[in-house]
């Protein structure tokens, strides 16, 4: 951003075209920061904490106008589809409507499958499946654990988890407050977090300061977390 407001205050006096190009500078700027403080939120966190655990799935074989039914009487707009309980890939409703307009309503889901959708596991870390949702056109993904699928991850599920984290940080500003919390993305912009073992106080500090402590309790959970994360990683390559 400094370098488009430099582009800019050079290109009032010299070549308007600067100031185009200090436009898009900044845009592209402002995009990034805005990437960053979202998976910078979303860190530690499992993608189980936000997927959809009530969801429609649908057989390969069924018929469109069953996935029409599910769109009117319902808010969810992306289906899972099944082939003998396995996920073979994922009915978008960009996807629907293009198969209703060329094949019609009779036409077999599986037919209307824009190919296989990668799945993700429950106990990933949003930070890395945020990147891969923006990477493609793909706006819902299957979650799965132990070849099971156990839930759904949307766009708006990740938007909503982090409206919902900058509501919090509103009602805590300029106040002290408790929190008791398992999980530790919810802490981990605490000015103080008090880790406790077996009722006792072991070690406190801010995040940055536990991180440091060789050995402590806080870090050995939180690299066990990210552990979880790279696990989970190779589950879903497999």
């Known amino acids: 951003q400094g370098v488009a407001l430099v582009f800019g205050f050079i290109g009032l006096f010299t070549n308007p075209l600067l100031l185009f190009i200090a436009l898009f500078v900044w845009i592209g700027a402002s995009q990034e920061a805005s990437l960053t403080q979202m998976k910078s939120a979303l860190a530690g966190i499992p993608v189980r904490r936000a997927m959809l655990s009530e969801f429609h799935t649908m057989e390969a074989d069924e018929p469109l106008s069953h996935a029409v039914e599910l769109i009117l009487s319902g808010s ?126 072991v070690e406190l500090g801010t995040h940055g300061e536990l991180m440091r402590i060789d050995g402590g309790h806080y870090r050995q959970l939180y690299e066990e977390l990210r552990g979880e994360q790279r696990v989970g990683e190779g589950v879903a390559d497999a």
């Open 76 to 201: 969810q707009k992306d289906f899972p589809v099944l082939r003998d309980g396995r996920v073979v890939g994922v009915l978008t409703s960009e996807a629907l409507l293009a198969a209703l307009q060329t094949r019609g309503p009779d036409t077999p889901v599986a037919e209307a499958l824009d190919g296989q959708s990668p799945v993700v596991d429950s106990f990933e870390m949003l930070e890395t499946v945020f990147e891969r949702l923006q990477e493609g056109p793909r706006h819902a993904l299957p979650v799965t654990h132990d070849g099971q699928l156990v839930g759904l991850l949307t766009t708006d599920n990740i938007g909503e988890l982090l409206a919902i984290q900058a509501a919090m940080k509103t009602v805590l500003k300029g106040r002290t407050s408790v929190v008791v919390a398992h999980r530790l993305s919810t802490i981990v912009e605490a000015d103080q977090i008090v880790v406790m073992d077996h009722g006792e106080i």
